[in-house]
């Protein structure tokens, strides 16, 4: 027995009407949005009351949608105030709900969920009149609405139904969309072209197999007609009197599929079986078409049946021979039938043939490999049978045949007759015997040439692989014959060319050529280089018809070296080997090139020698050009390895220095060459005092003016400042500064960092110092990033030189200062004792200010910061700026347990008195001297004298810019504690740094082992 539902009542249908319009909404348990909160907010405004909630009822409780004043929570509908009477449809005011015996007894009344007293409630409706929920707002005092503003809170109930029904549609309209494009989908999947085409006979819709099937893409298609597009022309005039007719009458003479020529946009005629479907909607006319490419299925029936057609020529036509055999049955073993060509062969007629054995035409000394060869055909242990043997014809003359035999067999497998396509090969035996006697001369003459030779592989097995070498090319790489063939072409030759080689191989690889010449490095057994001209030539020779290519290598290796030294003599001095002034151009152009992609500048130095005269005068030319070569000696010892040094001519030299970041970087350089002449220079004539007058200049990409490039440019700038150095008194440095552009750049960029420094958008990352010994982080240094809001991340190249030279540094200093402090209390309260200590760079403009002291502890009060863990860094550069009241500016921070340290040491020229008379704590090597480690001794030894500097006078030392294993292993072995660099970490964001040091912390409490 079913039982069926009951029906329900009407007002509990009415309820579940109420319930399912509001599950249509979908806003039960959804996250309030903006919207709705300013429309709460704005109802307890107009009501003058603290506290307003959006609540919607469902059957069992009351959602708490959004609330001011007060921190909602969903609750049982029975414990609802607006439960009670949301259904009326009417604005509710309760002046004091405590005294209303509604109410007083309910939760949010007496006290069990809430104190409401003045209660104000207006229905959220929707367009069906369904009651949602309501618009609640209440105080915990008695009180009144006027009536004005009741009726603004019903208005704000219908914009929150305004706005819940704007999102239902918007939710259909995505489904209808989607379902849309569900079917866009699936009519882009279908193999079968689907067009529409409304009563203008113009194209609608255009799916993707339409694309496929007749070319036109579906941009194009859409709103031409279909005479336009695909209906042939031929078919034109018939197409459009029928649909015209059809749009007209509506009457259809076609069937509901039918075959019919069509055309692709290429002019390619087609056929396709096309089904027509009219269709009216919304009083439009449309005839949807889909249409299936039979073309090629036509065309395959059309080749069976030319197929039948010819095989059965085939056998009288073929130019070759054709024997049919008798496998079964009486005529077992004999011919059943023969074509022309075979009849022809043997000099028989078909009569003559037929009825014979192959016994009969073999030549007794074939007869038993024939028999033998039949056999596995007929036992099926082959599956088919090529080989040659003799035949002898009518008129007794032997003729060489090769054999193409196989079996025809029945629906049991049981053999019935062999087939056998029979050639004369009698002149082909002859053309490979002659074809052996070729290559037999081929390998004399290949093995005895004076030039190396070698045979590499194009085919698909062994593609680039050496198939033969001669004994010159044995000679010529110093292997043996076992050593070369078998491997790849591209590992003969040296590494750097490796590439080039099998790009030069491709083209003959794919056929696209025949002949070629190239000039390639091969590598020597014994290590050494070897030149070679190679003359490649493909040929087909091999004995399975693959391709080869037969290469030709000429020795010009002493003609190579002829040519590599007049190409060094092009573009160096003869006397010092420096480059000349042909390439420190190219290299100048190629520097400001990569300045352009890292955004930094290049420096050009124009070096002239003061005195020069004076030796050339007095010791003769030779001493002179001794004094030249010592010069260039002296300054390349003070470049980096990627720095240029050239000799222009006379006493004239010029540098460049790619990656400087700003004018202070110049004058670095130039004072270490100003400090290279600083002490006489011997040689065999005598001792002699010269100076040096330089010219620089920070060049940076596109700077060519005039129609000069931007290398000239900059070697003009860089001479035209030698010049005032020279006119300033000689030996000294001008530098060529740029002042309109570093003025422009500064007007640009200062109300951008004022504006950066209001709005917060300068942020810090940390990179940790790390103990050598363990790889713990000790301390972190901060380092100022700009976050800008159309250029992304900004490094402190691109705006902290303008900030130095402004006011503007010493805000942005107050605030790197505080931040770092911020920091290093965040790592303090993660970390606890692991928390690391701090660095914070120092500008000479903050330490000159004089609120240095004060702006630091001020900071670390605010902060809650140990004074012991902050370190304050100062450039080598601001040490002699420090005046005897800045000192005790720096001791009195020092007293109080601040640190001080001495930043890039060994980049400036202070004295080691004015070292030990500052309260310095800590020095760091400059990264320019770690990158130089192993690979510049001079290098070593600054930074060995350091590390001794340090230990003497009981400073910590930390080394910069550490970024590889082998200057770690340097400096561990040198006997460096600290370091800092990308191998251990590059600068980190806040949070990134902090997960860093927790993990470190972790490794630290917990060991392995």
Request: glycine share 10%.
């Amino acid at each position: 027995m079913t039982l069926l539902p009951l029906p329900l009542t009407l007002p509990d249908r009415a309820e579940a009407e109420r319930v399912a319009a509001l599950h249509r909404y979908g806003v039960l348990d959804a996250p309030a949005d903006a919207e709705l909160d300013d429309v709460v907010r704005a109802a307890a405004l107009v009501a003058g009351v603290p506290h307003a909630t959006l609540n919607l009822i469902d059957e069992h409780r009351q959602c708490q949608l959004t609330t001011v004043g007060f921190e909602g929570a969903d609750s049982a509908r029975a414990d609802s105030m607006c439960a009670l009477h949301f259904t009326d449809g009417e604005v509710v005011h309760v002046p004091d709900a405590a005294l209303d015996e509604r109410f007083r007894a309910n939760p949010w009344v007496d006290g069990r969920l809430g104190r409401v007293r003045l209660y104000a409630s207006a229905p959220l409706l929707d367009p069906d009149g369904h009651a949602l929920g309501s618009l609640c707002v209440f105080d915990t005092a008695p009180g009144e609405v006027p009536a004005d503003r009741l009726e603004a809170l019903r208005g704000l109930a219908r914009v929150v139904v305004a706005l819940f029904e704007r999102r239902r549609r918007a939710r259909v309209a995505e489904r209808l969309a989607a379902r849309d494009a569900e079917l866009r989908l699936v009519l882009d999947a279908t193999s079968d072209a689907f067009v529409a085409v409304d009563a203008d006979q113009r194209i609608t819709s255009w799916n993707g197999a339409a694309e496929r099937v007749f070319g036109w893409p579906a941009a194009e298609a859409l709103g031409r007609t279909l005479v336009e597009t695909i209906v042939p022309p031929s078919a034109a005039a018939a197409h459009s009197a029928g649909l015209t007719r059809y749009l007209g009458t509506g009457v259809r003479h076609l069937p509901g599929t039918v075959e019919v020529p069509a055309r692709h946009r290429d002019g390619r005629e087609l056929t396709v079986e096309l089904t027509l479907t009219p269709v009216e909607a919304g009083g439009r006319q449309r005839v949807y078409a889909a249409a299936r490419d039979v073309t090629d299925r036509r065309r395959l029936e059309r080749e069976l049946r030319e197929a039948q057609e010819r095989f059965s020529l085939a056998f009288t036509q073929a130019p070759t021979g054709v024997l049919l055999t008798a496998l079964t049955g009486e005529l077992a073993g004999r011919f059943t039938d023969t074509n022309p060509a075979v009849c022809a062969m043997l000099g028989y007629s078909r009569e003559e043939l037929l009825g014979k054995t192959f016994a009969d035409v073999t030549h007794p000394g074939d007869r038993d490999l024939s028999r033998e060869q039949l056999r596995l055909l007929v036992d099926g242990e082959v599956p088919s049978l090529h080989f040659e043997k003799r035949y002898v014809r009518a008129d007794g003359e032997v003729i060489w045949v090769a054999l193409d035999a196989a079996v025809l067999r029945d629906g049991d497998g049981v053999p019935r007759f062999s087939v056998t396509h029979v050639e004369d090969v009698t002149g082909k035996r002859a053309d490979r015997q002659r074809l052996a006697a070729s290559e037999q001369r081929f390998r004399l003459a290949f093995d005895t040439a004076p030039v190396g030779m070698l045979i590499l592989g194009l085919g698909e097995r062994d593609a680039g692989r050496v198939l033969q070498v001669n004994s010159t090319m044995r000679r010529f790489t110093g292997r043996t014959t076992a050593e070369l063939v078998g491997r790849e072409v591209h590992d003969l030759v040296h590494p750097d060319e490796q590439a080039d080689i099998l790009l030069a191989f491709a083209p003959f690889l794919l056929g696209e050529r025949t002949h070629g010449q190239l000039e390639q490095r091969f590598r020597h057994a014994d290590g050494t280089v070897r030149w070679g001209l190679v003359s490649a030539t493909a040929m087909s020779t091999s004995e399975d018809g693959e391709p080869q290519l037969l290469c030709l290598v000429e020795d010009v290796t002493a003609r190579k070296a002829a040519e590599l030294a007049l190409r060094h003599q092009a573009l160096h001095d003869a006397l010092t080997g420096l480059p000349n002034r042909t390439l420190l151009h190219d290299r100048l152009e190629h520097a400001l090139a990569a300045a352009g992609r890292t955004g930094t500048g290049v420096g050009v130095f124009f070096c002239d020698l003061d005195g020069f005269k004076a030796v050339n005068d007095s010791a003769g030319h030779g001493a002179g050009d001794d004094l030249l070569r010592e010069v260039a000696a002296r300054f390349g010892a003070c470049l980096r390895p990627g720095d240029t040094l050239a000799r222009l001519g006379g006493d004239e030299f010029a540098v460049v220095c790619p990656d400087l970041s700003g004018p202070q970087d110049l004058g670095v350089v130039a004072r270490r060459l100003l400090e290279a002449l600083r002490a006489p220079v011997t040689v065999a004539a005598g001792t002699f005092n010269v100076g040096v007058s330089i010219g620089t200049h920070l060049a940076s990409p596109g700077g060519g003016t005039g129609g000069l490039s931007g290398a000239e440019h900059a070697l003009a700038r860089a001479d035209g400042a030698m010049y005032e150095a020279k006119r300033a008194g000689k030996n000294r440095v001008h530098l060529d500064d740029d002042t309109d552009v570093r003025t422009h750049r500064a007007a640009r960029l200062l109300p951008e960092l004022r504006t950066a420094l209001a709005r917060d958008e300068l942020v810090l990352h940390g990179q940790p110092v790390v103990d050598l010994a363990t790889g713990h982080p000790v301390a972190v240094e901060t380092l100022v990033r700009w976050q800008h809001p159309q250029r992304g991340l900004l490094s402190p190249a691109e705006f902290l030189d303008v900030a130095e030279d402004s006011p503007l540094v010493l805000a942005l200093g107050r605030r790197v200062l505080d931040e770092s402090c911020r920091l290093a209390a965040s790592w303090g309260a993660a970390l606890g004792a692991a928390a690391p200590d701090v660095h914070v760079n120092v500008s000479g403009r903050q330490l000159e200010s004089g609120n240095l002291s004060e702006d630091v502890l001020d900071a670390l009060g605010r902060h809650g910061v140990a004074a012991h863990r902050l370190v304050l860094e100062l450039t080598e550069t601001t040490m002699p700026r420090i005046t005897h009241s800045l000192r005790g500016d720096l001791q009195r921070l020092r007293d109080a347990g601040v640190r001080i340290a001495i930043d890039d040491l060994g980049t400036g020229y202070s004295s080691l008195a004015r070292l030990t008379e500052l309260p310095v704590d800590l020095l760091k090597v400059d990264l320019t001297f770690v990158a130089g480690l192993g690979r510049d001794p001079s290098c070593d030894a600054v930074v060995r004298a350091v590390l001794s500097l340090g230990s003497a006078l009981g400073l910590s030392v930390v080394a910069e810019g550490v970024e590889t294993a082998q200057q770690a292993d340097l400096l561990r072995g040198h006997g460096c504690d600290t370091v800092q660099g990308y191998l251990y970490s590059r600068p980190l964001p806040e949070g990134d740094l902090l997960g860093l040091l927790r993990a470190a912390a972790a490794v630290s409490a917990h060991p392995a082992g």
